[in-house]
């Protein structure tokens, strides 16, 4: 549970609270507006629309990576707008984050940079290496394990990442477009590596365009269309977005 000294921690069912938030950019660029969604703890949620709809843009509110224009953004019952520099780092070990371009350090080996977000958590090596052969078996990857990642294949960065932010067990894991350069037998397998991580307690928040991985189950699915939500309208059987959208301005995202 995420949690700091000196405040009582948090109990309640909310993992994310987003409250009418925008996010802008000048000169007139508006790739969020006025988006609410709260997750709860242990649920899983997907964020679908075109590219540019606002999807990697509200991943990255929510580990503050960019601050929003307006509204509230809470992780854990923490508005991330108030907290120190020195908390949200604590609070970011807490959430592990597949990033769309992978960020994965070139030069290091593959299990150096899944390594990574356990070392900072100050897990054992004996454990860490544990958790990487185990992870890189789920996800095919069991001879890349000294393999440097500039020599992988886009595929193959993609299932690092991955590896990567579920590999220290956080509470809440943003994924952008995490099956975006597989085949079908391996989203299957990051899809089950979720699941696992949801079994255990984490909340993940999926950004793709990939139909397959949640039209067949329960989960809930927030679609953005050039940075708003579309609602469903149960007389039409249609989505519409709320009717004062066409008046907004919105730039090329």
Known sequence: MISFRKKVIDTS???????????????????????????????????????????????????????????LVEVGGYDLSKLSRSKMQKLRRKIGTAYQDFKLLPERTVAQNIAITMEVAYKRPILIRKRIKKLLDQLGLQDKYNTPASELSRGEQQRVTIARAVANEPDLILADEPTGNLDHETTGRVMELFKECNKKGATLIIATHDESIYSNTNHRVMELYQGKQMFFDSQSKKRQLPSFVDELSFGDL
Do not use: C, W
Request: charged share 20%; net charge positive; proline share 3%.
């Open 13 to 71: 069912d909310v993992m994310v609270d987003i409250i009418k938030v925008t996010k802008s950019y000048p000169p007139n660029v508006h790739a969020l507006i006025d988006v609410s969604l709260n997750v709860n703890k242990g649920e899983i949620i997907f964020l679908t629309g075109m590219s540019g709809a606002g999807k990697t843009t509200l991943l990255r509110l929510l580990s503050r990576i960019e601050r929003q224009t307006k509204g």
